[in-house]
């Protein structure tokens, strides 16, 4: 006697979807998260060292322009050494306004308009000032740059007077008062070019160096005594004078 047993029509499920053949578990993006969010933190945390970095480099650049030669290979490093300074500070600025980049966009598409608008004012401050900042840094180190490349080159100055003013800054705790000696050079080629070297003593006639030729010549022979000068000519920063 065989058994028999009552057959049910079951309806059919649908294939439950999986990953394609070949695919990893886990290797596609999250779904929800921001594509940018590693980049954008990076870009946060290089915004948070720029804060830190900034305050550093002006203290570097007091330090530099305090120890900077008046005139010299000395004056072209110390040039140098502050254009890198404010290289790094336009680098910082510019790390600054591309992380905020996100936070404006954030604001835009919230609909807060006092808040676009403050951010985006912010912004656009920023900007300025790292172009107010980039500007005379590139101005001083391009030339800079090409001179210490090139060297010094020799010229020969057929005339030379002088005069001085008086540079007065206020520091704490007491006053700086130093003197601009400005040496207004004819060349022989018919050119012309002022060399301001800065001194802290009103009287050059006992300092050191390149000052004592330039003194005989300029001072106290003013258009009579010929020089021979080495002069960086991009920067146009003396290196050394003599007496022809």
Known sequence: MSSQYPYRNVPSQPP?????????????????????????????????????????????????MSNMDAYGTGMLTSIILLC?????IVVGGIVVIVSSLGDLRTAKQSGDRRAYSKKRDSMGWATIGVLMIAAPTFFYLVPAAWDLFDGSQTRTVTSCSYDQDIVSRYRIPRDDTSFNNHFHMRFEDGTRHTFSIRTQSRDISRLSGIMQPLYQACVLN???TPLTIDVYMHSMVLEDVRLS
């Open 16 to 64: 439950i979807p999986g990953p394609p053949a070949g695919s990893v578990p886990g290797a596609g993006s999250v779904p929800g998260a921001p594509s940018g969010a590693p980049k954008r933190g990076a870009l946060r945390r290089l915004a948070s060292y720029s804060f830190i970095a900034i305050p550093a480099t002006f203290a570097a650049t007091y330090v530099i």
């Open 84 to 88: 890198c300074v404010g290289l790094v």
């Open 222 to 224: 003013p258009d009579k």
